[in-house]
């Protein structure tokens, strides 16, 4: 994932990664779920110096991660899309989201962490329908 670009939902803020990721993970917290509004958060943990972000100004929200340490998250203040956190744990590495990576075709997790979290519903193998549109009734 050397070289990788992304931007938020409307466009406003774009990025670039210029290492590749140290791992990247599915993150099941309450945390996670609530600031992405789903049942996780898909993450790309990178060295902070490989993050080059610019165009318009981003919002941060900051609150107390797992770790007792504080966690920084920084969205677009346009669309409201989530982009990175910045957690004082992991000092000198940022989290992107993988979600607004421009190109996914080479990203894949490597794991799940904090599954005492996870969704019960995720928790069980179910058999769910899948649709590759959305279906029309």
């Excluded at 917290?29 to 100004?57: H, V």
Aim: with cysteine; net charge positive; aromatic share 8%.
């Amino acid at each position: 994932m050397t070289n990788s670009t992304g931007q938020c939902l409307c466009g406003s803020i774009k990025y670039s990664i210029s290492k590749p990721a140290i791992r990247s993970t599915v993150c099941h917290c309450l945390s996670c779920q609530k600031s992405s509004g789903s049942a996780f958060s898909i993450n790309i943990c990178i060295p902070a110096e490989a993050f080059n972000i610019s165009g318009d100004t981003l919002k941060r929200y900051t609150s107390i991660g797992g770790s007792g340490k504080s966690l920084h998250r920084y969205f677009c203040h346009t669309c409201g899309a989530p982009i990175y956190s910045k957690p004082d744990a992991l000092s000198g590495l940022i989290i992107v989201k993988a979600g607004t990576l421009d190109d996914t075709s080479e990203f894949s997790p490597v794991a799940n962490i904090w599954c005492d979290s996870k969704m019960e519903w995720l928790k069980h193998e179910h058999q769910m329908l899948d649709f590759e549109k959305m279906p029309s009734s």
